[in-house]
T-cell receptor, first 113, second 114 residues
Framework: GQQVMQIPQYQHVQEGEDFTTYCNSS?????IQWYKQRPGGHPVFLIQ?????EVKKQKRLTFQFGEAKKNSSLHITATQTTDVGTYFC?????????????FGQGTTLQVKP | DAGVIQSPRHEVTEMGQEVTLRCKPI?????LFWYRQTMMRGLELLIY????????DSGMPEDRFSAKMPNASFSTLKIQPSEPRDSAVYFC????????????FGSGTRLTVV
């Protein structure tokens, strides 16, 4: 089935460096959600982007939705060891918040102290 | 709120045995999802329910898998008979109709079929 593509698959950074993960789709997305999964944990909802060109910030995390609503990015400024985990973007099929959510393959972030 | 509650947390079973995974969604949430996570295939949606009604089960691997939601506070995912390739972490998630809330996942059940 259709799925958003996420890159890179893995990223190793030194603590304090920035990190970005990208999510791309061949079709226009109604909205996109981002989740974080710590090692051994479960996905935790971070944010939802709905509007074209939308930018949202959560402390050191910046989320963007492309103008054409076909791509999205998550940028972390000055990474910390607590940022370790896998970051997933997910596209929603169907209307409202009750359509099915299809996840990308995720980007696993390792942070070296 | 205790969040989405899944049981058991871990399950080890022999090939051919029946396995039942359980989920209690967040009270008031009207959608429930079953996902399977493996290294090879990532997070796969198996089936989801809206208002206790199965909407899309196209992700269910085969007839050995079945899911039910008899009421708004309980769902089961059953595998019969189980096979080693079913080994994975199974997550249940629930959500509330409306934008911006996202899905709340349970802690998952780690299934090992030997």
């Amino acid at each position: 089935g259709q799925q958003v593509m996420q890159i890179p698959q893995y990223q190793h950074v030194q603590e304090g460096e920035d990190f970005t993960t990208y999510c791309n789709s061949s079709t226009t997305l109604s909205n996109i959600q981002w989740y974080k999964q710590r090692p051994g944990g479960h996905p935790v909802f971070l944010i939802q982007l709905v509007k074209s060109g939308e930018v949202k910030k959560q402390k050191r995390l910046t989320f963007q939705f492309g103008e054409a609503k076909k791509n999205s990015s998550l940028h972390i400024t000055a990474t910390q060891t607590t940022d370790v985990g896998t970051y997933f973007c997910a596209e929603q099929h169907g209307s409202g918040n009750t359509g099915k959510l299809i996840f990308g393959q995720g980007t696993t972030l390792q942070v070296k102290p | 709120d205790a969040g989405v509650i899944q049981s058991p947390r871990h399950e080890v079973t022999e090939m051919g045995q029946e396995v039942t995974l359980r989920c209690k969604p967040i009270s008031g949430h009207n959608s429930l999802f079953w996902y399977r996570q493996t290294m090879m295939r990532g997070l796969e949606l198996l089936i989801y329910f809206n208002n206790n009604v199965p909407i899309d089960d196209s992700g269910m691997p085969e007839d050995r898998f079945s899911a039910k939601m008899p009421n708004a506070s309980f769902s089961t995912l059953k595998i019969q008979p189980s096979e080693p390739r079913d080994s994975a972490v199974y997550f249940c998630a629930s959500s509330l109709r409306g934008a911006g809330y996202g899905y709340t996942f349970g802690s998952g059940t780690r299934l090992t079929v030997v």
